[in-house]
């Protein structure tokens, strides 16, 4: 089945650790995007990359990093300089091309405990 | 940038009742609009969308229409069922390379039984 697949589902995170969250995609796109989603608020884009060995700072890239070097995956690495990590994080990815759907993955529940 | 705002932020109808969901955006450089249905700790997923080369499209219950002179699109659920409850985000996309997505604060339509 072609998809695109977080993991974990819920990750629990003390505080002043880094955490690395997982999205990989068989979907053969170049495009691929990282959503942080809190309660009551849309969808606000922390990463994007359009291509492999290239990624751009979304609206809230503080206290993130990403890395994308195989086209398949895009991890992101949530910070311990991000002062309010816990929030559901959403991948996305899509066709490089204007007017394309963005296919989402389920989810990773961050908690910091 | 691109904004996109969303009304309403809840909305609650009888089963059978039609549902309708607005939302507007600021950059006329947008091509590009879907709609997406978010079930409880679910990704979202794509229920219908719109080119800005189109005024309207229907897919049985769902149809969205599109004004670009006023820059404002909705979403209209006719026949409502239960199971349409769900979280519901409009977007709008644009980039004559790539695809950049800005997503509505999202609606929570309840349908009761």
């Known amino acids: 089945d072609g998809g695109i697949t977080q993991s974990p589902k819920y990750l629990f995170r003390k505080e002043g650790q880094n955490v690395t969250l997982s999205c990989e995609q068989n979907?053969?796109?170049?495009?691929m995007y990282w959503y942080r989603q809190d309660p009551g608020q849309g969808l606000r884009l922390i990463y994007y990359s359009q291509i492999v060995n290239d990624f751009q700072k979304g609206d809230i890239a503080e206290g993130y990093s990403v890395s994308r070097e195989k086209k398949e995956s895009f991890p992101l690495t949530v910070t311990s300089a991000q002062k309010n990590p816990t929030a559901f994080y959403l991948c996305?990815?899509?066709?490089?091309?204007?007017?394309?759907?963005?296919?989402f993955g389920q989810g990773t529940r961050l908690t910091v405990v | 940038g691109e904004n996109v705002e969303q009304h309403p932020s809840t909305l609650s109808v009888q089963e059978g009742d039609s549902a309708v969901i607005k939302c507007t955006y600021s950059d006329s450089a947008s091509n590009y609009f879907p709609w997406y249905k978010q079930e409880l700790g679910k990704g979202p997923q794509l229920i219908i969308d719109?080119?800005?080369?189109?005024g309207e499209k229907k897919d049985q219950r769902i149809a969205v229409t599109l004004n670009k002179t006023a820059k404002h699109f909705s979403l209209h659920i006719t026949e409502t069922q239960p199971e349409d409850s769900a979280v519901y985000f409009c977007a709008g996309a644009w980039g004559n390379t790539g695809n950049q997505f800005y997503f509505g604060t999202g609606t929570s339509l309840t349908v009761i039984p």
């Open positions: 979907l053969n796109h170049d495009a």
């Open positions: 996305a990815s899509s066709k490089n091309r204007a007017g394309t759907e963005a296919f």
């Open positions: 719109i080119r800005s080369n189109v």
